[in-house]
């Protein structure tokens, strides 16, 4: 069964850090793109970020309200990618998902995991 | 960024409804465009991508269309397990942005 295991969640203080885990299991890891979204209490979704494939060279984008906090990486050697989240505000809050791309060649996420919650308070 | 509006925010309905969800992009997103049904508690679930292409295993009942700025989504005939809420998509310009979601409710 192809899934993703996001970890890493928990409380913390604002202005500390906390890095993600996404594993994957089911699939070859390294021919997809993995995408990462949350969903905060009382709101939708708001997308994060993405890295490729490997094969396409492993290259990031951010959303702009993260650019510059957070950071997304991948070790395919042990399938799992990372979410680095460094600054943390009390407003990044939420149930953070990792996903995959529905096909080799595609970002449109087609797997999600079902996330791990982040807690950012004094 | 690509402001995505839904409408409606609530949808009351019975089983065996026909129900259509719109959503409008502030600028054109060609058809990059993809639907995700949400249950409380599970991970959301792709439904419908390239705006009107179903993804594989989703019941023939789900439909998209649409391009450019305006997009539907269609459920024939609404199922229990459609209660839900949905959201869109789109994925053509960095951000990636989604619409404040469609809750399906039992009328």
């Known amino acids: 069964e192809m899934q993703l295991v996001e970890s890493g969640g928990g409380l913390v203080q604002p202005g500390r850090s906390l890095r993600l885990s996404c594993t994957s299991s089911g699939f070859t890891f390294s021919d997809y793109a993995v995408s990462w979204f949350r969903q905060s209490p009382g709101s939708g979704l708001e997308w994060l970020g993405f890295i490729t494939r490997t094969p396409s060279g492993g290259t990031t984008e951010y959303a702009a309200s993260v650019k510059g906090r957070f950071i997304i990486s991948r070790d395919d050697s042990n399938s799992v990618a990372y979410l680095q989240m460094n600054s943390l505000k009390t407003e990044d809050t939420g149930l953070y998902h990792c996903a995959r791309g529905r096909v080799e060649m595609a970002t449109v996420p087609g797997i999600w995991g079902q996330g791990t919650v982040v807690t950012v308070s004094s | 960024d690509i402001q995505l509006t839904q409408s409606p925010s609530t949808l009351s309905a019975s089983v065996g409804d026909r129900v259509t969800i719109t959503c409008r992009a502030s600028q054109t997103v060609v058809t990059w465009l993809a639907w995700y049904q949400r249950r409380p508690g599970q991970a959301p679930n792709l439904l419908i991508y390239?705006?009107?292409t179903l993804e594989s295993g989703v019941p023939s009942r789900f439909s998209g269309s649409g391009s450019g700025t305006e997009f539907t989504l269609t459920i024939s005939s609404l199922q229990p397990d459609d209660f839900a809420t949905y959201y869109c998509l789109q994925y053509y310009r960095y951000s990636w942005t989604f619409g404040h979601g469609t809750k399906v409710e039992v009328k």
């Open positions: 390239k705006a009107s």
